[in-house]
């Protein structure tokens, strides 16, 4: 039996940072003490003032593994989270070859990732036109939610949905009261044409405003006549946020998530050339990025994410700087709680808040709220302890994803993570890998 005290003035408990000690036995949280709190018999950890937090719980997060083991993988993924605090995520059905949108393929995918997984990991299955006979058992056999894109996903073997097969599916996402999560772009001809493929702007206005809109339309279409949850992943246009504020008063059925590149960059100070800043939706303006801001503030978005999306540099297009060539995709779920963090202290968002949308917002979203996502008596010890006040540079040896290529690479930024526990296991001990394979296959209860 394992069994040991983390001590800090500042634990993360009911959304407010006090003084106490979280006893841990095994792979739970036993009880906690609050105040100071020793017992000579239990091993003490001390965190001084270091924040106490559940780990985090990324919900998006793109692997390719099996079948593009060269692009990312479960060990290296699960490594990188566990550095940057995040003790469960989920994974994307797209990019592993086959595709998870059967059992077949998404049995495959939980054997590639046997020991592999340095943090707890679950599974989204896919939607695409062919397999809507296939939904009801990739749900009964245990994913989170089902994802599908409304414009070409970027992979040939995962096509887009059209409205028709979202109503075709529509009464088994009901039935299961499981999510669809939607890619919201809808594509049309109503876009520029491209002068130069190598320049920022002409790739930002080849994927405008009213393609996110429409989508979301769509969406909010397709969540009011079934009444269904839906959740639009990685908002980028501000224009959608009045309907979506809208519909959000008349329903807690959509959802809605942001990540940190649309929050952290602006297309004002991106290069052209610079294809390593490729995703899509694209990263706009200023201005725009304002307004996610105010939403973000206003309580708007439901929970943040960090849309790991790696590829090997040469599928970014580096050398060529074509952003129509490179892969829409942004690495760096390493560096989700800075790069956040960073930003939210500019903007004034508070801490506790911030964590409570890296972690309690998003185990609510996937049912998992009953033993992650807060600090309480009985639920998993996934903790992240990190130091708010520690300034540092991404440097490319740090970095534990399979490729070094991020746009956050030689960033400043605040917030770093010390200390990681998964399953009341030290798995991250001073910021370097402690324990490996502590992570747990997590199946979704039916
Ligand atoms: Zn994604």
Redesign the pocket.
């Known amino acids: 039996m394992t069994e040991f005290l983390i001590y800090s003035k500042r634990c993360l408990i009911n959304d407010q940072l006090i003084e106490c000690a979280l006893h841990i036995k095994n792979d739970k949280i036993h009880s906690i003490h609050s105040g100071f709190y020793n017992d000579p018999n239990i091993p003490f950890l001390n965190y001084g003032n270091l924040i106490v937090m559940p780990g985090i719980i990324d919900s ?1 997060v ?1 692997i390719n593994e099996p079948g593009r083991a060269n692009w990312e993988g479960f060990d290296t993924a699960t490594k990188a989270a566990a550095i940057g605090g995040i003790t469960t995520l989920i994974e ?1 059905p797209l990019n592993a070859s086959p595709v998870t949108t059967n059992v077949k393929a998404f049995k495959l995918k939980q054997e590639a990732s046997k020991d592999k997984l340095h943090v707890n990991c679950g599974f989204y299955g896919g939607i695409i036109p062919s397999n809507i006979n296939d939904i009801e058992d990739l749900i009964k056999a245990g994913v989170f939610g089902i994802k599908g894109f409304l414009t070409h996903s970027g992979i040939d073997e995962f096509p887009n949905v059209s409205k028709t097969d979202l109503e075709a599916t529509a009464s088994i996402l009901k039935q299961h009261n499981l999510p669809l999560l939607l ?1 919201c772009e809808l594509n049309d001809e109503h876009v520029p044409d491209v002068n130069n493929p190598k320049s920022y702007l002409d790739y930002l206005h080849s994927r405008p405003q009213h393609w996110e809109t429409n989508a979301i339309d769509l969406a909010i279409d397709i969540q009011k006549r079934y009444d269904i949850k839906v959740h639009i ?2 908002l980028s246009a501000s224009k959608g946020i009045e309907r979506i504020k809208q519909r959000k008063q008349e329903t807690n059925k959509l959802t809605v998530e942001t990540c940190p590149h649309y929050l952290y960059f602006n297309a004002e100070n991106i290069p052209d050339k610079s294809p390593i800043f490729k995703c899509a939706p694209p990263i706009r303006e200023q201005s725009n990025n304002d307004n996610l801001w105010d939403f973000l503030i206003e309580d708007g978005f439901n929970f943040l994410a960090s ?1 790991h ?1 790696p590829a090997p540099p040469e599928r970014k297009q580096l050398e060529s700087g074509d952003f129509f060539k490179a892969w829409g ?1 942004i690495s760096g779920l390493q560096f989700t709680l800075p790069i956040f963090f960073t930003e939210a202290r500019k903007r004034g968002l508070a801490i506790e808040k911030l964590i409570t949308l890296l972690t309690k917002n998003p185990a609510e979203f996937l049912g998992l709220e009953n033993k992650k996502g807060a600090l309480k008596v009985g639920f998993d010890a996934d903790i992240t302890i990190w130091d708010d006040s520690e300034e540092f540079t991404i440097y490319e040896d740090s970095i534990q994803h399979k490729h070094k290529a991020t746009p956050y690479l030689n960033e400043t930024v605040f917030g770093k993570v010390i200390h990681t526990f998964v399953n009341g296991v030290q798995v991250v001990e001073n910021s370097k890998v402690k324990t490996l394979q502590q992570g747990k296959l997590l199946l979704k209860d039916r």
């Open positions: 998006h793109h994307m890619h992943v990685h849309d999306s995709g």
